[in-house]
């Protein structure tokens, strides 16, 4: 199996077929809630592919460099970016299409939630951002520690949860009321492509060092799926599915309106932009 082999048999194929999907529910009168119409959808997914490739490609191509993973030259065709193959930025784009075609799916045929009601917001939002702050210190004292079989779990973590922060200050609440949706789209899809991931993985597409790895410790999930592999597929869907949702969310428009315009009609009446508090809703 090459690289493009196995992103077209279990990537193309089932974003092909969950857009066709989509398309005839949009069709047949399957709407997404009135509550996740901020934007067309399609244009939020496509931004989240141009992030995805923007954030991802300077830490892919370190782990490259540094030889935390490598490729079976044979299985690619040899077209690199810095020092990364060029399936392996198609796979930048495609995640985001996949799992986004998933969660517009779960959207249009769950029960749609009612309205968000009256809550401490603020106070959600600020606990949920903590929590994520304490779990990324935690992982950047394990990357400083210099351990070695740590060394691809503290670069993984030390990636992920910057953006994963900036999500829940910016609305925890708001994923909390879609969470249904939520966790339907990234535990699925986090089995399902960490299932591909150990196919390749045993066809010899990629290696992850086990020196650099939990592998030097014995953990391995199924025999053959390094324990960091699979929290990379659970780390990219989340930051994926929450992303797409907070865009979608008609709520976070609205908010996202408000801090912008509170601001500037301060700043008009001649006030300090620190005399400014958002909403606690």
């Known amino acids: 199996m090459t690289y493009f082999g196995f992103l077209l048999v279990f990537l193309v194929i089932p974003i092909v077929l969950l857009w066709v999907l989509n398309i005839y529910d949009a069709r047949r009168g399957t709407l ?24 991802t490609t300077p830490w892919d191509n370190y782990l490259v460099a540094t030889r935390v993973w490598w490729y079976d030259p044979n299985l690619v065709t040899g077209v690199l970016i810095g020092y990364v193959p060029i399936e392996e930025y198609t796979f930048f784009i495609l995640q985001p299409l996949l799992t986004g075609a998933w969660l517009l799916l779960m959207a249009r045929h769950l029960p ?20 994520v702050f304490v779990l990324w210190l935690f992982f950047v004292g394990l ?43 990234i535990i699925p899809m986090t089995l399902y492509l960490a299932a591909s991931d150990k196919l390749a993985i045993a066809n010899g597409v990629w290696t992850i060092d086990p020196e650099q790895s939990l592998q030097a410790v014995g953990v ?39 801090y912008v315009a509170v601001p500037r009609s301060s700043l008009r009446r001649g006030q300090r932009r620190s005399d400014w508090r958002p909403e606690h809703s």
């Open 32 to 55: 997404l809630p009135a509550s996740m119409r901020s934007w067309p959808s399609w244009i939020i997914v496509a931004a989240h592919c141009i992030i995805a490739v923007a954030y």
């Open 112 to 131: 749609v939630p009612l309205p968000m009601k009256p809550m401490n917001g603020l106070r959600i939002r600020r606990i949920a951002t903590g929590i």
């Open 143 to 185: 990357l400083v520690s210099g351990w070695r079989p740590g060394t691809y779990l503290g670069l993984l973590m030390v990636w992920a949860l910057p953006p994963v922060m900036i999500q829940t200050a910016f609305g925890a609440d708001i994923l909390w009321h879609h969470r249904r949706k939520i966790l339907l789209t």
């Open 220 to 258: 391995l999930l199924l025999g053959r799926l390094p324990l960091e592999e699979f929290l990379f597929f659970l780390m990219t869907n989340v930051l994926v599915t929450l992303g797409i949702a907070l865009v979608a969310s008609t709520v976070s428009k609205e908010r996202a309106e408000r």
